[in-house]
């Protein structure tokens, strides 16, 4: 019975500490956003597929996505950086007639999550470098 109390007495006191934790660790998390991973796959991997090569579902009139992991290879060996942050920022050019086929993740960012300009420009810096950061040879 001692045992049980003490144990009790315990929980009584930690769990306050371990529930201040937690919600700590949420807050930190809120703060920071997600990782660069975790918003590819969020934002991207259902067209780019998770291998970042175009491989997700493309319906028509949309053509396939194009491979990320190839960027640097088909801009001479130099990965167009400042290409890829106007295309996530911007969009791409709209056809006279027909859908866009690249979301404006800047305007999309800005319009459905509470953030400022300035959080939006980390995050879409954050994907440039993730698709950078996995470029083949």
Known sequence: MYRTMICAWALLIAGPVI??????KTSEEALNGPSA???????????????????GPFPAPYRKPPDLTSLARRHG???????VEKLLRGGVALP???????????????ATTPLSKTEVAQRIKALVNYIKSLQVK
Do not use: I
């Not at 529930?19 to 700590?24: E, F, H, N, P, T």
């Not at 027909?98 to 800005?110: H, Q, Y």
């Open 77 to 83: 060996g130099k990965y167009p950086y400042t290409y």
């Open 96 to 110: 006279a007639h027909g859908p866009a086929e690249m979301p404006v993740w800047g305007t999309e960012f800005e």
């Open 19 to 24: 529930r201040g934790q937690q919600a700590q």
């Open 37 to 55: 991973a975790e918003l590819y796959v969020q934002h991207c991997a259902a067209c780019h597929g998770n291998d970042l090569k175009g491989s």
